[in-house]
């Protein structure tokens, strides 16, 4: 089981959901989409269960929190804050598709669909991230489902339960 995450941190999401809704700039209609996508999955992640979070989003806490943090501690609005947040998102939503073979949330799954299509053309300020986000993913939350495993049999019985 992973360290609690979420239960410390989604009112900070929410705060920063509200921060963004109210003083973004949106220049066209993907853009418009795109920060669509960004509210509706910031206030799923300040609203679902945490602990459910954690479980799903485990790899992701672990690789990108930091990053994530940053932007929800932040003030800034900018197009870099928005590609950090669907970066953060998209590999949410590869971890789900790789560890349980579906993506619950639908946003999440939108995201992805559109960051999956081949002629989607991309702001500028995705388009970047969309390699960075899923390259090595895969392999990556693989091993670590295996390393769980393996550290959780190599305890003793007591201990492992």
Do not use: W
């Amino acid at each position: 089981m992973c360290e609690p995450y979420f239960k410390n941190i989604q009112k900070d999401i929410l705060s920063y959901k509200n921060h963004l809704e109210k003083n973004n700039m949106t220049i066209d209609k993907t853009n418009k989409l795109f920060l669509d996508l960004i509210l509706d999955i910031l206030e799923y992640l300040a609203t679902e269960n945490p602990q459910k979070l954690d479980e799903l989003c485990e790899y992701n806490i672990m690789t990108m929190k930091k990053e994530f943090e940053s932007v929800i501690h932040g003030s800034s609005v900018s197009e870099k804050v928005q590609a950090v947040l669907l970066t953060f998102f998209m590999r949410i939503a590869k971890e789900m598709d790789v560890k349980y073979k579906n993506i619950e949330n639908e946003s999440l799954s939108k995201l992805y669909s559109l960051m999956s299509s081949k002629n989607f053309r991309y702001p500028s300020y995705i388009k970047d991230q969309k390699e960075f986000a899923l390259e090595n993913m895969p392999d990556n939350i693989k091993r670590m489902l295996y390393m769980k495993s393996y550290i959780i049999l190599s305890l003793p019985p007591s201990i492992a339960t």
